[in-house]
């Protein structure tokens, strides 16, 4: 379909009876709620509401261009992809759990590799990779990992 086709929703009645629930008893999160209410709105099969794009968009308190996204994801992904949120590019995912702040942490505060007398966080960092905690990790994420905690790599008892 090219970019200008309009996306026709034309729901089932076992999937309009999810939306409907869903949005009744409030279950899932706000946007999900948001997407429901515009699909049961722009629904057009039989007995269906089939409103236009505008007054989707007034009922269900999002812009123009959501309800033509959420179209758009329905006809071409389906009911479930529409539903759920998609993971953000954007977002950054924390390289360390709390077994890898663990095991930094543990690290920082054991004896520092022969020849230096401290652990420098570009030294920690590799320690980390070689010891394959993480596949990769800068120091900047070690720094901000061990600020949370009371671990002192400069103090000279270390630990």
């Not at 279950?27 to 089939?50: F, Y």
């Not at 033509?68 to 998609?86: D, I, K, M, N």
């Not at 950054?92 to 663990?102: F, I, S």
Request: with cysteine.
């Amino acid at each position: 379909m090219g970019k200008d086709a309009k996306y026709v929703v034309r729901l089932e009645l076992e999937e309009r009876r999810r939306l409907q629930d869903m949005v009744d008893e409030g279950r899932g999160s706000k946007s999900a709620r948001q997407r429901a209410r515009v699909l049961l709105k722009a629904d057009q099969a039989e007995g269906a509401p089939g409103w236009a794009d505008e007054r989707v968009a007034e009922f269900a308190e999002v812009g123009l261009s959501t309800v033509h996204r959420v179209r758009q994801q329905f006809v071409e992904e389906g009911l479930e992809a529409t539903l759920q949120r998609r993971p953000s590019p954007e977002r950054q995912y924390r390289k360390l759990d709390g077994a890898g702040e663990a095991k930094l942490i543990a690290t920082a505060c054991s004896q520092p590799p022969d020849g230096r007398s401290r652990w420098t966080l570009h030294l920690l960092a590799d320690k980390l990779v070689e010891l394959k905690v993480v596949e990769s990790i800068s120091h900047e994420c070690v720094r901000s990992a061990l600020k949370k905690t009371s671990c002192n790599r400069i103090a000279s008892s270390n630990g």
